[in-house]
């Protein structure tokens, strides 16, 4: 079992940034993938970013996101983090970190466990 707690979330005007963390429970974080979703009103939950880690990271991006949200993660912390800049109102949407077992590759699907989620709210 991993537990998973989002906090960093928050308002914040378009073209800021937010530091999204992730803090997971449990001693075998680094045997994990770990992911962001986010889901906005009224839309399907949507694949963010992906992070595993086999003695250095390999990430994945949606397009949505790309050379604007980095990923990363400390496996010391048991954390992962999403840095998001340049943010855009249709950036808005509940944050979601979930992991899965690190066999599973950095795709979007196969994730077993989820946090409770952080709003991000980006004015225009």
């Known amino acids: 079992q991993v537990r998973l707690t989002e906090s960093g979330g928050g308002l914040v005007q378009a073209g800021g940034s937010l530091r999204l963390s992730c803090a997971a429970s449990?001693?075998?974080?680094?045997?994990?993938?770990m992911g962001w979703f986010r889901q906005a009103p009224g839309k399907e939950r949507e694949f963010v970013s992906s992070?595993?880690?086999?003695?250095?990271?390999?990430?994945y991006y949606a397009d949505s996101v790309k050379g604007r949200f980095t990923i990363s993660r400390d496996n010391n912390q048991n954390t992962v983090y999403l840095q998001m800049n340049s943010l855009k109102p249709e950036d808005t949407a509940v944050y979601y970190c979930?992991?899965?077992?690190?066999?599973?590759?950095?795709?979007?699907?196969?994730?077993?466990?989820w946090g409770q989620g952080t709003q991000v709210t980006v004015s225009s």
């Open positions: 979930a992991a899965k077992p690190i066999q599973r590759g950095l795709g979007p699907d196969g994730y077993d466990f």
């Open positions: 449990g001693r075998t974080f680094s045997m994990y993938a």
């Open positions: 992070i595993t880690w086999s003695g250095g990271d390999s990430t």
